[in-house]
């Protein structure tokens, strides 16, 4: 599937580095998401952007940003993580359904992160 | 805030034996989606159930919504090792496109 893409596909950094991970659908979807994915603990949504907006921050630290140019991209800026954040890093797209509806979302392979 | 408790969190079955997780939610749902992911891969859509007491296979896969939409089950008849992965439900928040995940329930398969 190629959907959804995302790059870099595996990421080792530093806690003083800064690095993005990037998002790009190719569905035509209006909506993008940026979920955690760590070993214990189910899929945790950070981030929610309707036709390039910010709809939902989930509590989460200022130490993820996230960008959303367009409708077709998203990006997370990463800076001074630390070792718990080490994770997947999954980002997702749907159509945005009107009142009472849903759309399924569709997930990149995801980011692999380790911070050290 | 929605939450949705899925279990069992994990098993493990002879390939041939049958599978089931279940949902449950303390309150009524407007729909039910759910995922499966297979090791090192990402969530993978399977299907989204709407109506009371809905039921939809997929060749060896039946899907299930409670007649009270509170609860739903995945049932895979005769595992096979390309079933194995987490298999997640995921129910929508009461506002805004967000979607709450279960925990999952882990399933291998022995050859």
């Known amino acids: 599937e190629t959907g959804v893409t995302q790059t870099p596909r595996h990421l080792v950094m530093g806690m003083t580095n800064k690095k993005s991970l990037k998002c790009e659908q190719h569905?035509?979807?209006?909506?993008m998401y940026w979920y955690k994915q760590s070993a214990k603990k189910p899929l945790e949504l950070m981030f929610v952007?309707?036709?390039?907006?910010?709809?939902e921050n989930n509590s989460v630290p200022s130490r993820f940003s996230p960008e959303c140019p367009n409708s077709s991209h998203l990006f997370l800026h990463l800076h001074t993580l630390q070792p718990e954040d080490s994770a997947l890093y999954l980002c997702?797209?749907?159509?945005?359904?009107?009142?009472?509806?849903?759309?399924?979302?569709?997930f990149g392979p995801g980011t692999r992160l380790t911070v050290t | 805030g929605q939450q949705v408790m899925q279990i069992p969190q994990y098993q493990h079955v002879q390939e041939g034996e049958d599978f089931t997780t279940y949902c449950n939610s303390s309150?009524?749902?407007?729909?039910i989606q759910w995922y499966k992911q297979r090791p090192g891969g990402h969530p993978v859509f399977l299907i989204q159930?709407?109506?009371?007491?809905e039921v939809k296979k997929q060749k060896r896969l039946t899907f299930q919504f409670g007649e009270a939409k509170k609860n739903s089950s995945l049932h895979i008849t005769a595992t096979q090792t390309t079933d194995v992965g987490t298999y997640f439900c995921?129910?929508?928040?009461?506002?805004?496109?967000?979607?709450?995940f279960g925990a999952g329930t882990i399933l291998r398969v022995k050859s």
């Open positions: 997702a797209s749907s159509q945005l359904a009107n009142p009472g509806g849903y759309y399924e979302q569709y």
């Open positions: 569905l035509g979807h209006n909506a």
């Open positions: 952007y309707n036709f390039k907006e910010q709809t």
């Open positions: 309150t009524t749902l407007s729909n």
């Open positions: 159930l709407v109506k009371s007491g």
């Open positions: 995921a129910v929508p928040m009461e506002y805004g496109n967000k979607l709450v």
